[in-house]
Every structure is written in C-alpha cells, then in structure tokens.
C-alpha cells in the first residue's frame, strides 16, 4: 500500500519532469530548417497537403492542386513546395501576378530544397534557381512584343522615338565593331539616314545576328533578305514589303526573347509547336519573305551632293557586311548613270576629246569657292587623289560647270594616265548557320 507521503513524492517527480521536459522544448530553436518538436507534434507543417498538390498538379487537376496549395500555405506559409507548385499551377491557370508572387516568396526564403518538376533534364535542381529561372521567364511572356495592326498585320510594339533611338544605336554598335583604318573616320549615322533608312537597317542586323547564332535557318535567311533587298539597293532591286521602316527593337531584345522561349520549350512550360508559332510571328514580322504590297520605289538622285551621299552609304552598307561586292557595283554604276557620269562621248567628236577631258580631269586646279559643300557634308566628298574615282567624277562635273580655269599648256600622255581603280574583294554576306535553332 502507498503511503500519503510516497503519493505526494510521485507526483513532485512526475512535475519536475515534466517542467525540464517544457524547458527543453522551449530552448530548441524553432527555423526553417530544424522546426520545433513541439510544433511538429501539435501543430501542421503543410507537407502532405504539398505532396497532394504536387501529384494533382503532375495529373492536371490544376483545381484541386491549388486547393491543396492553400491548404499547405495557410499550415505553413513557408513550405517551399507549396509555393513552387503553387506558382506552376497558377502559370498554367493564366493568373501571372500570383505566379510571379510565389517564384518572388521563393527567392526571399532562399532554402535548399531540390526539385525535379520542370526541369530541362529532369534532374534535380534547388527550387530557388528553378524561381529565378521562372520568375525571368514569365516577365518576357506578359510583355507584349508584338501588336496586331487593323489589317491584321504584326508589327512591333515600340514607339517611334523608342525605335529610332534603338536602330541608331544598332547601327553604331555595328561598325564599331568593324576593323577600319586608323584614319577612317566613322560616318555620323543620323547625318547620313533618315529615320526610316535606319529602321530598315537595323532589321537587316538583326536578322544576320539571329543567323549567326542559328535561331533560324540559312534558307530563311535567304529568302527574306532576298524579298526586302531593295531597302537597301533601291536602284537596282526591287522594293521592299510595306513597313519595314517602321520602329523595330534592338537585336538584343528580340534574340533575348527568342532565347527564353526555347527555355520554356525545354522546361516543358510551352509546347514545340507554340514556341515555333511565335518565332515564326516574330521573324515575320521583322522582314516578310513573301510581301503583300511593297513600297513604292524610291527616286534616283539628280544632284552632285545627294548622289555623293547616296556612294557613301553604300560604302557604310558594305563595311556592315550587308551587302556583296557586285551589288555594291551594280548600285554605284545606276547612280552615276541618273546623274549622266558613265555616259559614253558622241561618235562626231574628236578623238582628242577624251584625251582633254583627262588632262582636264587631271590638272585643272579646283577653285574652292567654286565647290559648294553643305554643312555636315565633310564625310561624304572624299578629297582628290591621283586615282579616279567616282567622287573624282563628281568633282569634275561640278567644276567643269564652272567658268573656267587656266590649263597647263602642256601635258605627255604619261602625266594623264591614271592607275587602274582596284575591285573590292568579293564579300559573303551570308553568315556560317551551322543548325537551325
């Protein structure tokens, strides 16, 4: 039988135990990682409710998998693998905001904890990487990249100071990169094109830097340069499709764009067929291979200084490696024959009459209040060297439309003749596309 006294000793044990045992359990540290034993005896930590979610989630019942996710999120709203499905569940339920929420949670706690749900190679990643890889992915999807117009053409979503600034930047960025002499001064690209000039430009950049890193084929390379040519050799091409001189973003963002569909391709977040329907909009709407209407053509130029301008871009156009060596030619020769340079003398004269016409070339000095020069022309009239060139011609024309000049009573035949102008080497524009995208 136990005493009265052995009953009270029984119980001052049993609550001296009781109170080191509620001390323990209060000195643990209660965190993310090593959670409170009396929590996880008495108290929800959402780790079923998250595995419910994630195998609705894998079944496509996106109802259900968000019921579970805010039963695991109000148990714990910490549970990384709630809010990882939570924010897979609501991309796929079209709501952005909460998606972008979760991934934005997620990247705050910075936990260690893997997954293996939408991953590229379906081995197992931290949940905080796959949140930052998702969370930039669908800032590029809810941008809108491309708007339809009335006619239910794509174009560009940019506004046009926003788009001349771009393509004049990518038009810079270009020819810097370009090795050029020492004494080669760089043309001032909005002296030298218009806006629209540019814009066209700069969509010719474009889609040789998507060939280049093999984000479309050669073929389609081809056939789109080859339809819309003539915005860039106006004279010996013809037009281009309607539009292409509207706004265009820089490369930089249309490649970026490009990019992070083929990641959501490969993280299985779009499928191959959407991701080839929106490249495809994307490319077509930079340069149509098969134009509806095309611009109308432009006007050759009937003066001295606005033919030398049209030479001097396309000196610009082959230095960015937009255009061959025989088209550049081909351009030049229809410029100078508008202005009546190449213009062979009549059979009636004199066969003296050429000879004249080098030895005038050659030796009449150039008064220089004759030559009439616009400001910002400096970079456009080359000076005159002993070789004849087309700006030499030029020269010539206007001076000789001047009164004339004294001329050196005698000149041999070796003093006239000038040295062979040298061809450009031949030049392939067409980048090394070693597989399509």
Same mark, same amino acid.
């Given at each position: 039988?136990?005493?009265?006294?052995?009953?009270?000793?029984?119980?001052?044990?049993?609550?001296?135990?009781?109170?080191?045992?509620?001390?323990?359990?209060?000195?643990?540290?209660?965190?993310?990682?090593?959670?409170?034993?009396?929590?996880?005896?008495?108290?929800?930590?959402?780790?079923?409710?998250?595995?419910?979610?994630?195998?609705?989630?894998?079944?496509?019942?996106?109802?259900?998998?968000?019921?579970?996710?805010?039963?695991?999120?109000?148990?714990?709203?910490?549970?990384?693998?709630?809010?990882?499905?939570?924010?897979?569940?609501?991309?796929?339920?079209?709501?952005?905001?909460?998606?972008?929420?979760?991934?934005?949670?997620?990247?705050?706690?910075?936990?260690?904890?893997?997954?293996?749900?939408?991953?590229?190679?379906?081995?197992?990643?931290?949940?905080?990487?796959?949140?930052?890889?998702?969370?930039?992915?669908?800032?590029?999807?809810?941008?809108?990249?491309?708007?339809?117009?009335?006619?239910?053409?794509?174009?560009?979503?940019?506004?046009?100071?926003?788009?001349?600034?771009?393509?004049?930047?990518?038009?810079?960025?270009?020819?810097?990169?370009?090795?050029?002499?020492?004494?080669?001064?760089?043309?001032?690209?909005?002296?030298?094109?218009?806006?629209?000039?540019?814009?066209?430009?700069?969509?010719?950049?474009?889609?040789?830097?998507?060939?280049?890193?093999?984000?479309?084929?050669?073929?389609?390379?081809?056939?789109?340069?080859?339809?819309?040519?003539?915005?860039?050799?106006?004279?010996?091409?013809?037009?281009?499709?309607?539009?292409?001189?509207?706004?265009?973003?820089?490369?930089?963002?249309?490649?970026?764009?490009?990019?992070?569909?083929?990641?959501?391709?490969?993280?299985?977040?779009?499928?191959?067929?959407?991701?080839?329907?929106?490249?495809?909009?994307?490319?077509?709407?930079?340069?149509?291979?098969?134009?509806?209407?095309?611009?109308?053509?432009?006007?050759?130029?009937?003066?001295?200084?606005?033919?030398?301008?049209?030479?001097?871009?396309?000196?610009?156009?082959?230095?960015?490696?937009?255009?061959?060596?025989?088209?550049?030619?081909?351009?030049?020769?229809?410029?100078?024959?508008?202005?009546?340079?190449?213009?062979?003398?009549?059979?009636?004269?004199?066969?003296?009459?050429?000879?004249?016409?080098?030895?005038?070339?050659?030796? +009449? #000095? &150039? @008064? /220089?209040?004759?030559?009439?020069?616009?400001?910002?022309?400096?970079? %456009?009239? =080359? $000076?005159?060297?002993?070789?004849?060139?087309?700006?030499?011609?030029?020269?010539?024309?206007?001076?000789?439309?001047?009164?004339? +000049? #004294? &001329? @050196? /009573?005698?000149?041999?035949?070796?003093?006239?003749?000038?040295?062979? %102008?040298? =061809? $450009?080497?031949?030049?392939?524009?067409?980048?090394?596309?070693?597989?399509?995208?």
């Amino acid at each position: 039988m136990f005493t009265s006294q052995t009953i009270k000793k029984i119980l001052l044990s049993a609550t001296a135990l009781s109170l080191l045992a509620g001390c323990a359990c209060l000195d643990k540290k209660d965190t993310d990682k090593e959670s409170n034993w009396f929590v996880r005896q008495f108290e929800k930590d959402g780790k079923r409710e998250a595995e419910l979610a994630t195998v609705a989630y894998s079944h496509g019942d996106f109802k259900k998998a968000q019921d579970e996710v805010n039963a695991a999120l109000k148990a714990n709203p910490r549970n990384q693998q709630a809010l990882y499905v939570g924010a897979l569940n609501a991309e796929k339920l079209g709501r952005y905001n909460r998606a972008r929420q979760y991934y934005e949670d997620l990247i705050v706690i910075n936990g260690n904890e893997t997954t293996i749900l939408g991953t590229p190679d379906g081995q197992p990643r931290k949940i905080t990487e796959m949140a930052k890889s998702r969370l930039r992915m669908l800032a590029v999807k809810q941008s809108e990249l491309l708007i339809e117009n009335k006619d239910g053409s794509k174009t560009f979503n940019i506004s046009k100071d926003a788009g001349c600034e771009q393509s004049k930047t990518t038009i810079t960025k270009a020819l810097k990169k370009k090795p050029s002499a020492p004494a080669k001064k760089q043309p001032e690209v909005g002296a030298l094109f218009t806006a629209q000039e540019q814009n066209i430009i700069s969509r010719f950049l474009t889609l040789k830097e998507l060939a280049e890193k093999d984000l479309i084929t050669k073929e389609e390379f081809l056939s789109r340069r080859q339809a819309n040519v003539g915005g860039l050799l106006p004279l010996t091409k013809t037009p281009p499709a309607t539009g292409i001189d509207a706004p265009v973003p820089s490369p930089d963002l249309i490649i970026e764009r490009i990019e992070v569909l083929k990641d959501a391709t490969e993280n299985r977040a779009i499928t191959p067929r959407e991701f080839s329907a929106e490249r495809d909009v994307i490319i077509e709407a930079l340069l149509p291979p098969n134009p509806r209407t095309r611009m109308k053509p432009k006007a050759p130029s009937r003066n001295i200084l606005g033919a030398a301008k049209d030479l001097r871009k396309l000196e610009v156009l082959y230095d960015l490696n937009l255009i061959t060596s025989a088209e550049k030619a081909a351009e030049q020769k229809a410029i100078e024959s508008y202005l009546g340079i190449n213009s062979q003398p009549a059979a009636s004269k004199p066969a003296a009459a050429p000879a004249a016409a080098r030895t005038t070339v050659s030796t +009449a #000095p &150039v @008064n /220089p209040t004759e030559m009439i020069v616009s400001a910002g022309m400096e970079e %456009v009239l =080359a $000076p005159k060297g002993k070789t004849i060139n087309t700006v030499e011609r030029l020269e010539t024309v206007e001076t000789l439309s001047a009164p004339a +000049a #004294p &001329v @050196n /009573p005698v000149v041999t035949e070796a003093e006239t003749a000038a040295p062979a %102008v040298a =061809a $450009p080497a031949p030049q392939n524009i067409v980048p090394n596309v070693s597989s399509p995208f």
